[in-house]
């Protein structure tokens, strides 16, 4: 099993960022995705959820209606669109999924909002 993210960047406050989260070693196809992201000093937080099949998704209340996550079965691939950007979004974001009962997380990648 392995997730790879990338998109990651700087970018200036009310900017956007895509991050993608390549997945390889499962079927992607059955499984729910998540992105979490962990700031400095701060404890890692769920940022959003998508199932398996389907658009049901969730998010943190912090992000809500400014990121948006979509997967692409086709392309084994789960996507967070951020727009409005702050600079408390600026953070490691991790792609994970829980494969086989076993939490897998990606390497991360970071993203800072500053001006």
Known sequence: VQL????????????????????????????GMSWYRQAPGKERELVASIISVGSSTLYADSVKGRFTISRDNAKNTVYLQM????????????????????????QGTQVTVSS
């Open 83 to 106: 727009n409005s950007l702050k600079p408390e979004d600026t953070a490691a974001y991790y792609c994970s999924a829980v494969v086989r009962a076993v939490r897998t997380w990606g």
């Open 4 to 31: 790879v993210e990338s998109g990651g960047g700087w970018v200036q406050p009310g900017g956007s960022l895509r991050l993608s989260c390549a997945a390889s070693g499962f079927t992607f196809s059955r499984y």
